[in-house]
């Protein structure tokens, strides 16, 4: 009994040592990675006005007046880049932003690796593999009016309302399309202006980004909602997607 009771010991004690070996002190010199959030905020504006849906009226570039009833857009495959040029690029990053939805507008990052971050890049669309890649869950589900087939995609972009100008009197513009040459997707890196994003364990950067509806209608092309007040793909659609490329601007960064 005694001699079955050191064996016992003695298998314990091997399996310690075993464990000990194997286990790896971390290389001199070396910190363990940590990682923190960064919010994105969305504050959508009508040149100096908080956007209001209707009845608010604005007059766009070229004097046209118009109200706006729906304003939303996709986001994604946002990248956050440090000052050597290393990036985090955050996995499945798919949001759509709705001004109906308050909490859209709110975008947090997890598990994003501690460092300075100097720039940020996102997509104001859906890539072309999502667009084809059958029925999907979350902000990509295609019950959220921002889908028409498998063969066009998703709407990227979807601004809706009225003017008096336009000869229907309604506005709808539904920005779309993936294939060349009526591309829409527009990747965006707007200017930090100098800011860095400070990310550590406990802290949460928040980016303060302006999203100008003026700029759908003014530069590169100014629009004319006489001639153009409609558009669901093709060559008007790019024109649009040209100009909104302007529309996102960093106001500022709370570290």
């Known amino acids: 009994m005694k001699s079955l009771f050191l064996k016992y010991i003695l298998v314990i004690f091997s399996f310690a040592v ?17 990682t ?52 985090y690029k955050q996995p499945e990053s798919y949001y759509l932003v709705d001004e109906e939805e308050p ?18 890049t996102f997509t ?26 498998w063969n066009t995609g998703y709407i990227f972009l979807k601004l809706e309302g009225y003017s008096p100008q ?9 920005i779309g399309g993936f294939k060349a040459p009526n591309n829409t997707i527009r990747t965006i890196s707007p200017n930090l202006n100098g800011s860095k994003m400070l990310v550590a ?20 092309h100014l629009i004319k909602f006489a001639d153009l007040s409609s558009t669901m793909g093709g060559p008007a659609s790019v024109t649009i997607a040209d ?6 601007q960093v106001d500022h960064i709370h570290n």
């Open 18 to 34: 075993l464990f000990t070996a194997c286990k790896k002190d971390p290389e001199p010199g070396t910190t363990p990675i940590t």
């Open 36 to 87: 923190g959030k960064v919010t994105l905020e969305f504050d959508h504006v009508v040149g100096d006005q908080a956007l209001a849906l209707n009845p608010q009226q604005y007059t766009n570039a070229n004097g046209d007046q118009f109200q706006i009833t729906t304003f939303k857009y996709y986001i994604s495959n946002i990248v956050l880049t440090k000052a050597d040029g290393t990036s």
């Open 103 to 120: 909490d859209s507008k709110l975008i947090t990052l997890e598990e994003v690796p501690s460092g300075e971050y100097t720039g940020l």
């Open 243 to 248: 100009n909104y490329r302007d529309m996102f």
């Open 124 to 149: 104001v669309g859906v890539d072309s593999v999502r667009n084809v890649s059958g029925a999907q869950t979350g902000a990509l589900d295609t019950a959220l009016g921002m889908f028409w087939s």
């Open 201 to 220: 364990a406990g802290k949460a950067p928040q980016v303060h980004l302006k999203v100008n509806v003026l700029e759908m209608f003014q530069s590169p």
């Open 166 to 174: 336009s000869e229907k009197g309604g506005l709808t513009f539904h």
